[in-house]
């Protein structure tokens, strides 16, 4: 399990910084505002990186780095606040996991508060958790370093 959240942690930093670096989540491409009198209405690719000089990289339909065929980028704002609600998610499940293995780690702990906190759904509550760690981790399921066996 902390294998998972190491690599989904790395996976939210780096879509931070290509949204910070205004470049798409999906390919890498520089990400242009489309503005209109009403302010930014959407967004489109710029120009490829300097490896392509001049040549489009997106041309309206969809984007090249897109498995589902998205458009380039959501508005940079949205994508913030969806980083920080997965690593809200994510430490929530480190503390919880924490605290679990502090509680597990007390050898004189009578069996009757083991089995109060069983009762209580602290078990169930803990695999509910981890499942929506490992749920929202699939959105990056084609990127390097993803294991089969996180699926849950």
């Not at 990400?31 to 990186?49: E, F, K, W």
């Not at 959501?74 to 980083?83: K, P, Y």
Request: net charge negative; aromatic share 8%; glycine share 8%.
């Amino acid at each position: 399990m902390d294998d998972l959240v190491e690599w989904y942690t790395k996976q939210l930093d780096a879509d931070e910084r290509l949204v910070r670096e205004q470049r798409c989540i999906n390919c890498g491409n520089t990400v242009v505002p489309i503005r209109s009198d009403l302010g930014i209405i959407g967004y489109t690719h710029g120009a490829n990186d300097a490896s392509t000089p001049g040549e489009t990289a997106w041309e309206g339909r969809r984007c090249p780095g897109s498995l589902t065929g998205a458009t380039p980028v959501q508005d940079s704002d949205r994508s913030l606040r969806e980083v920080e609600a997965k690593r809200t998610v994510l430490k929530q499940w480190e503390e919880a996991a924490a605290a679990w293995r502090t509680m597990a780690a007390i050898e004189d702990w009578p069996d009757e508060g083991r089995a109060r906190l069983e009762r209580a759904g602290y078990s169930q509550a803990m695999g509910a958790l981890w499942v929506a760690v490992a749920t929202s981790a699939l959105v990056y399921e084609d990127r390097p370093g993803f294991t089969e066996s996180w699926r849950p």
